[in-house]
C-alpha cells in the first residue's frame, strides 16, 4: 500500500510482522494520523526511530540498548509489560487528583469572590471580616485540598480514553462547574447572611436596617462565616466523586484523610461558636443552638444543591459525548 492507502486501511488490522524500522514509524504516525495516542515498547537500535515518533516510548531497562533507553519517554526497569500498565493507572489517578485539588481550590475562591462582590454591588457591609478570611483560606480551603491530592485511586481509570497531550488540566465542563458551584455557594452564603436581618425584620429595606446596626452585623457575619467554612469543607466530597451523587456511594468516603479532615474541621467550626476566646478572636456574636441548627442546614441545602446539579451536568456531558 502506499502510505495513505496505509494510513486509511491502519485501523482494520492488529498484527503487523516482520517490519523494518521504517515501517514502525510508519505503523505509529498512521495510527496518530487517525487522532490516536500511541505508545511504542523497544529494546533495540531499529526501535529508535519509532520510539521517538510515538506519543509515548518505552524501552527495556535490563535488555535494551543505550539508543532505545536515549530515545524513550519511559524505562521499564523490571523489563515486565505489566508494569506499563500500573504506571499508565499511577499516572492517571495522579492527574485526576491534582484536578480534583485545582477545581476545589478554584471553585472555592470563585464562590468567596461571587459573596464579597454580590455584596459590594448591593451596597452591604463586608460579609466577612478580614480574619475571617484568613481563617477560611488557610483551614477550610488548604486542608481538604491537600486530603484530595491523596485520594484513592481507582482502576477505573483505564476505562477512559486517553486526554488529548496538548490539553491543559482543566477543560471547558471543569471551567463550567467551578462558576456554577461557585455561583450556588456564593448565593448560600449570600442568604445566610442576610438571614438574621430578615428573620428580626422581614424582607423590607434590608439596608437601612442591617447600617449602623454593629450587633446585628456580628450576628450576620456569624451566620456567613460559618455556613461558607461547612459549606466548602463539605464541597469537596463534590469535587471527589465522578458520575454519581456525592456521599451516595462508598467511592465517596475511600478517603480517610479527607473523612478526619472533615469531621475535625465541621467539630472545630461548631466549637469556635461556643467557646467565648475563639469568638472573640474570629469577631463572632454568641449564637444559640437554633442558630447553629439554621447554619448546618443552609450549608448542607448548598452542599446537596451542588451536587445533584453537577452530576445531572455530568450525565449531559456523557450523552454528549456518545452523540459525538
Request: with cysteine; proline share 3%.
Amino acid at each position: 500500500m502506499d502510505p495513505e492507502e496505509f494510513k486509511k486501511n491502519v485501523l482494520d488490522y492488529r498484527v503487523f510482522a516482520r517490519v523494518s524500522p521504517e515501517n514502525k514509524v510508519q505503523i505509529v504516525q498512521a495510527f496518530q494520523s487517525h487522532g490516536k495516542i500511541c505508545s511504542m515498547t523497544g529494546d533495540g537500535v531499529n526501535d529508535a526511530p519509532s520510539l521517538k515518533a510515538a506519543d509515548i516510548g518505552v524501552a527495556m531497562g535490563i535488555g535494551g540498548t543505550e539508543v532505545a533507553k536515549d530515545a524513550a519517554e519511559m524505562i521499564l526497569v523490571d523489563d515486565n509489560f505489566i508494569t506499563i500498565k500500573n504506571a499508565v493507572m499511577e499516572g492517571r489517578n495522579l492527574f485526576n487528583n491534582i484536578k480534583k485539588s485545582v477545581v476545589y481550590l478554584l471553585r472555592s475562591n470563585f464562590g468567596e469572590v461571587v459573596l464579597m462582590a454580590s455584596a459590594i454591588f448591593a451596597g452591604l457591609s463586608s460579609p466577612l471580616s478580614t480574619i475571617q478570611i484568613l481563617w477560611v483560606n488557610l483551614l477550610t480551603d488548604t486542608a481538604p485540598s491537600l486530603a484530595l491530592g491523596m485520594d484513592v485511586g481507582s482502576d477505573a481509570v483505564m476505562n477512559e480514553k486517553p486526554r488529548d497531550v496538548k490539553a491543559g488540566i482543566l477543560n471547558r465542563s471543569d471551567y463550567l462547574n467551578i462558576v456554577i458551584q461557585g455561583l450556588i455557594s456564593g448565593g448560600v452564603t449570600l442568604l445566610a447572611f442576610l438571614l438574621p436581618v430578615i428573620m428580626q425584620y422581614g424582607t423590607g429595606n434590608i439596608l437601612a436596617n442591617l447600617e449602623g446596626n454593629e450587633e446585628l452585623l456580628k450576628l450576620c457575619r456569624t451566620y456567613c462565616f460559618s455556613t461558607l467554612a461547612i459549606n466548602e469543607m463539605l464541597m469537596a466530597y463534590v469535587c471527589k466523586v465522578k458520575g454519581s451523587l456525592a456521599f451516595t456511594t462508598k467511592e465517596s468516603w475511600n478517603n480517610k484523610a479527607l473523612n478526619i479532615i472533615t469531621v475535625v474541621g465541621v467539630l472545630l467550626q461548631i466549637g469556635i461558636l461556643v467557646v467565648p476566646p475563639m469568638r472573640t478572636l474570629l469577631k463572632l456574636a454568641p449564637v444559640g443552638t437554633v442558630d447553629i441548627a439554621l447554619i448546618l442546614f443552609i450549608a448542607v441545602a448548598g452542599v446537596l444543591i451542588n451536587a445533584a446539579i453537577t452530576l445531572a451536568k455530568e450525565r449531559l456531558d456523557i450523552k454528549r459525548e456518545r452523540n459525538l
